[in-house]
């Protein structure tokens, strides 16, 4: 059973930064694409960034420069550094696979950026 629980979110001010930790148990990180997705209140859950078992990222638009995600194989842990924060960034943050597992969504982690 896959289980994913993010943590590191918090409240910052705008300009300031963050690093969301995302642990993985029941399966193996580096075997998927692995990517964060976000939700803000009234939104949609979108896209933020993904990276390929060899370490290629992509990004959505709206986070390009600003963050950065990264893993660690051996720890079975994937990361996103957001820096630059912005009041638009804050959203609930969850990390999955890319296409993400259906029923494998974990708790999330709140980033609240204040203006």
């Known amino acids: 059973q896959v289980r994913l629980v993010e943590s590191g979110g918090g409240l910052v001010q705008a300009g300031g930064s963050l690093r969301l930790s995302c642990a993985a148990s029941g399966t193996i990180l580096s075997m998927n694409v692995m990517a964060w997705y976000r939700q803000a209140p009234g939104n949609e859950r979108e896209f933020v960034a993904a990276i390929n078992r060899y370490g290629t990222a992509n990004y959505a638009d709206s986070v390009k420069g600003r963050f950065t995600i990264s893993r660690v194989n051996a720890e079975n842990t994937v990361y996103l550094q957001m820096d630059s924060l912005r009041p638009e960034d804050t959203a609930v943050y969850y990390c999955?696979?890319?296409?993400?597992?259906?029923?494998?969504w974990g708790q999330g982690t709140q980033v609240t950026v204040s203006s």
């Open positions: 999955n696979k890319n296409p993400p597992w259906v029923n494998v």
